[in-house]
């Protein structure tokens, strides 16, 4: 295949001036190489010209009805020493005229194989006669029946126990009149009439639960057996949406630098989720060092950014640079960049080396300590070193769990920290009860319009992008922050921000999500653009001593 024919494109501009990267991105934390930065601005010159993908970003209103997707850009050197790009985009297939732009899929399968198409068809008239039979009125039919049947058995069974119950009486009150003016034989006689009315009003009990327990039995049988058969459509499908999957994963194979090839199926095979998950292997970053190895093009430095307005749920900025996704393409990553000499990991980097934890208070049963930022609360899976590690070398006497509350790692500003079980379960409980105030401080980028205001926003973990969060109205939790400006300066909004809730990135998302402010934490690495650090301070807190119950308050300006 010629050069011409490749989908590599030259660089516009003169990179000869231009040091090349001692090692290659590390996808999942980096910041772009220049090289990278000419790559993406040359290709989003190319989309700005795209009619479909032109969008009004400022408005927020969208020209077309496609939503933004993620691009990717691979900086390589071709045989002839000559460097220049590979573009892709994160899916299967987009509506460009792509005319040896973007990289082709790993696998088209989906797309064009008849047999896979037959299956799938398959599967999927499958899916549509489970949903008839699941909505299907007679289910519903059934299920009604079986409700007013158990209604009606429940009422009647409820006035025939009551029958029975003053037959029972009326017959102890004649039992007990009759003692005193009847003889012996009439006494016996009466006894044996008693008796027998016991015996009819138990017949009748007998013979209620009897016909009506037949005749729900009946119509649960009914309804039984129809969702056998959707239970038994649904293994179907499960078994054949399996089989399918396992195909198309093995159509997916994946070479690495030294040439090994590995499909999905055997990359996520050791991995506790077994099974990839959807979508996998059609994001930008494994489509583009599949083609370069492919075509013998040396891997130089790559970058990913996102292109047009955000999705609902996840947080994203037009023309921003985000790594690559963690439970998709780290495994496949994991695999493709064997052989590649890559930049150091910088989350295995102890960000809190060299800096130290300062006590702001300290009495019996507490300690109050400002965290600085890039330092974890508590140990990470990498990383021991600590807020938790720190105090309980410091204060080996302490017991109980010592962490009562946590800041982000990216996050200075005052902690409190328990040091004995009493005083941890007070604290806490304060901080479960929400009795506890604390008031933050950030920097954002842009000029936040209102003076003040209270974002409401559910939150909950982006399963595909670890620790990143979504806002998510069917399965987040609620979060609620107040907010208010303390000035504006430069394209930079100085605010306060009153968590009232304690989620996970509350305040990030917040401040970053189009449904929020809109306006990402000047440094947010996760949400934002990095800068030296995140410009986040918890800088009051405001509690009741655990066991004096006296009212304290601290307060730490922020060093920004």
């Not at 408005?59 to 993620?70: N, P, V």
């Not at 017949?203 to 009914?222: C, D, M, R, T």
């Not at 921000?497 to 440094?523: D, E, F, S, W």
Request: hydrophobic share 35%; aromatic share 8%; net charge neutral.
């Amino acid at each position: 295949m010629s050069l011409n024919s490749l989908c590599f494109t030259s660089f516009e501009r003169d990179t000869c001036q231009v040091n090349l990267p001692e090692k290659f991105t590390f996808p999942f934390y980096y910041q772009p190489h220049i090289l990278a930065n000419m790559a993406a601005e040359q290709l989003q010159g190319y989309l700005n010209n795209q009619a479909q993908w032109q969008y009004d970003i400022e408005s927020t209103t969208e020209k077309t009805a496609l939503e933004g997707k993620m691009f990717g850009v691979l900086v390589v050197k071709n045989s002839a020493e000559e460097l220049g790009y590979l573009a892709a985009y994160s899916g299967q297939i987009i509506s460009l005229s792509t005319d040896n732009l973007f990289v082709p899929p790993v696998s088209s399968m989906q797309l064009n194989d008849d047999a896979y198409l037959t299956e799938q068809a398959l599967i999927n008239r499958i899916n549509d006669e489970v949903t008839a039979k699941e909505t299907s009125s007679q289910l519903r039919q059934y299920v009604d029946e079986i409700a007013v049947a158990t209604n009606d058995y429940q009422s009647r069974l409820l006035t025939l126990q009551a029958t029975m119950a003053d037959g029972r009486k009326q017959r102890k009150q004649q039992r007990e009149a009759a003692k005193t003016s009847v003889n012996e034989d009439e006494y016996q006689q009466l006894e044996r009439e008693l008796a027998g009315k016991s015996i009819e009003q138990k017949k009748q009990l007998q013979a209620l639960k009897k016909f009506w327990q037949e005749k729900i039995s009946a119509l649960q049988s009914h309804l039984n057996e129809l969702n056998s058969e959707i239970a038994g459509l649904k293994k179907l499908r499960r078994a054949k949406s399996k089989a399918l999957q396992k195909k198309l994963f093995a159509q997916y194979e994946f070479l690495n630098a030294d040439g090994e090839v590995k499909d999905l199926n055997r990359i996520f095979a050791d991995l506790p989720e077994k099974t990839p998950p959807s979508g996998a292997g059609d994001c930008a970053a494994p489509k583009l060092l599949q083609y370069a190895y492919q075509h013998n093009l040396t891997p130089i430095a790559m970058a990913e950014f996102w292109w047009g307005p955000a999705p609902k749920s996840a947080i994203r900025q037009h023309k921003n640079y985000y790594p690559s996704c963690y439970s998709k393409c780290q495994p496949i990553l994991g695999h493709m960049l064997q052989g590649l000499v890559v930049d150091e990991n910088p989350l295995l980097v102890n960000p809190a080396e060299g800096k130290d934890l300062t006590i702001v208070h300290q009495d019996d049963d507490i300690l109050v300590v400002n965290k600085p930022a890039e330092f974890l609360s508590v140990p990470g899976k990498n990383i021991e070193d600590s807020v938790y590690l720190r105090i309980k070398t410091q204060f080996p006497q302490a017991s109980g769990p010592l962490i009562v509350h946590r800041l982000d790692m990216s996050t200075s500003g005052l902690l409190v920290i328990a040091l004995n079980k009493r005083a941890h379960k007070a604290l806490q409980k304060q901080f479960i009860e929400r009795t506890v105030e604390k008031r933050y401080v950030a920097l954002v980028t842009g000029n936040v319009a209102a003076e003040s205001g209270t974002i409401e926003l559910p939150l909950r973990l982006d399963l595909d992008d670890k620790p990143r969060q979504l806002v998510c109205y069917q399965h987040g939790k609620a979060s609620t922050t107040y907010w208010e400006v303390l000035a504006r300066e430069d394209n930079i909004t100085r605010l306060h921000l009153y968590p009232k809730t304690g989620r996970t990135h509350q305040l990030r998302v917040h401040c970053a999500h189009k449904l929020g402010l809109n306006m990402p934490i000047v440094g947010d690495d996760h949400y934002g653009d990095k800068a030296e650090r995140l410009h986040l301070h918890a800088e009051y807190l405001a509690l009741r001593h655990p066991i004096s119950r006296e009212e304290m308050t601290f307060e730490v300006p922020a060093e920004f």
